[in-house]
């Protein structure tokens, strides 16, 4: 079986036909290629207008990388065509293999972006002997034609959600759907102003817009102003993700601030470890842990009573009854309130003040399950995180599109990866 017969079968155009396959000798990499030529009596399509129109002249040969054969580079080598077109002037044909300038074809282009899916952008051009700066722009390529393509209508819940970021922004606002069946992120947006989530709100039909039934969000006001101006029909959910994550950070304030005060009074810094003993819920900890958490417990810190008061709020969640629920909520408050936790103490004003959104809880219990934006969350952090080696927001924003939104591809006749 020869090679063009094989690409025939996985790549074939319909005007095209594969000519010459030669080895490329002195070549830096093992490679290939392979020569398309017009069918006879093709006549060239205007890449303006996209009519078919009469051949002006032929520009010199030019290579198109396609996807690599057994650890060998493939270019397709083609003469462009010029067409004399009535409506756009002299312009280069359109060919079925690539568009514009690219001299990567669409094919490999989607199948770059398809790895990069799996492994990190630098992991992915290393695999495939091909640049960072070409898996990029292929997985931006990916994502615009799936943004462009993606169906926004019935979205039933939501979760609006921020994340830090260590360049530029120092936010980026992201708001998924969480819907069973459905967990997507649909959209990314710089810092966490109103501005960053209204332009999720301004992608939407009015239809759609006022048919979502639930907003899971953070008690971050910008964002609590705009859902109630665009999502005033849904129920508003401050989550159980949010609350608790607050909540957190709270206890990470007041044990930093013992541990500095510890460590001017001379004492030794037994809570210089010890953070993630506090932050875990109980059930999590080893038996070693356990044991180095009862010796902090002698201690009778303040770390450890805002543990306390964490650890005891979490019966919050498991009452069936909203009134129930609220009366517990209110005693915790007040109980947080006598202590000398500031940082506690703040978490707890929040609360009070914010009481009817979060026994919404109650109200939308079943519908929105806590860990859908925790999950989401978690991994939009990874996304980040790995190894993508990218300083702009705008490489962010395109991977976090990439692994969460969930974007449609077009139907490919031969899946390459
Ligand atoms: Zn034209």
Redesign the pocket.
């Known amino acids: 079986m020869q090679l063009k017969t094989i690409l025939n079968r996985v790549e074939n155009y319909k005007s095209f036909v594969y000519a010459n396959v030669r080895w490329v000798n002195g070549a830096s990499r093992p490679t290939i290629e392979v020569e398309i030529q017009p069918r006879k009596n093709g006549r060239p399509i ?6 078919v ?1 009469p051949g002006y002249d032929r520009l010199p040969p030019r290579r198109f990388e396609f996807v690599p054969l057994w650890g060998i580079t493939i270019f397709f080598v083609y003469a462009m065509r010029r ?1 004399d ?5 002299k ?1 280069v044909e359109k060919v079925p293999w690539c568009d514009g300038k690219n001299h990567l074809t669409t094919t490999y282009r989607w199948f770059l972006a398809g790895w990069a899916k799996r492994l990190s952008w630098q992991d992915v051009a290393r695999s495939f002997h091909t640049s960072w700066e070409n898996v990029f722009r292929s997985v931006k390529h990916a994502v615009f034609w799936g943004v462009a393509h993606r169906t926004l209508d019935r979205i039933g819940a939501i979760g609006v959600d921020e994340i830090q970021w260590r360049k530029g922004p120092r936010f980026l606002t992201l708001v998924y759907q969480i819907d069973d069946g459905m967990k997507r992120l649909l959209w990314v947006a710089r810092e966490r102003t109103e501005k960053s989530l209204r332009g999720f709100f301004d992608i939407l039909s009015d239809e759609v817009r006022t048919g979502i039934r639930f907003v899971a969000s953070d008690m971050w006001q910008p964002y609590l102003n705009v859902i109630a101006e665009q999502a005033g029909q849904a129920i508003h959910v401050l989550d159980r993700f949010h609350i608790m994550k607050k909540m957190g950070n709270a206890i990470d304030k007041v044990r930093a601030a013992e541990a500095r005060r510890l460590k001017e009074d001379g004492y030794e810094p037994v809570l210089k470890r010890s953070r993630w003993l506090l932050l875990k819920r109980r059930h999590n900890l080893t038996d070693n842990e356990t044991v180095r958490l009862s010796e902090l417990l002698k201690y009778n810190l303040q770390s450890v009573e805002s543990h306390l008061l964490r650890e005891d709020f979490q019966r919050f969640w498991e009452y069936k009854s909203p009134a129930w629920a609220d009366k517990f909520l209110g005693q915790w408050c007040e109980r947080t309130m006598r202590t000398k936790l500031e940082p506690m103490k703040k978490v707890a004003r929040t609360l009070l003040s914010h009481r009817p959104l979060i026994l919404n809880w109650f109200r939308a219990k079943g519908t929105i399950s806590s860990g859908t934006v925790e999950g989401l969350n978690v991994k939009a952090k990874l996304t980040l995180r790995k190894a993508y080696g990218f300083r702009t927001y705008e490489a962010a924003e395109i991977a976090l599109y990439h692994t969460l939104a969930d974007l449609p591809e077009p139907t490919f006749t031969h899946r390459f990866c």
């Open positions: 205007c890449s303006g207008c996209g009519e129109r067409v077109c009535p409506q756009c002037g312009k």
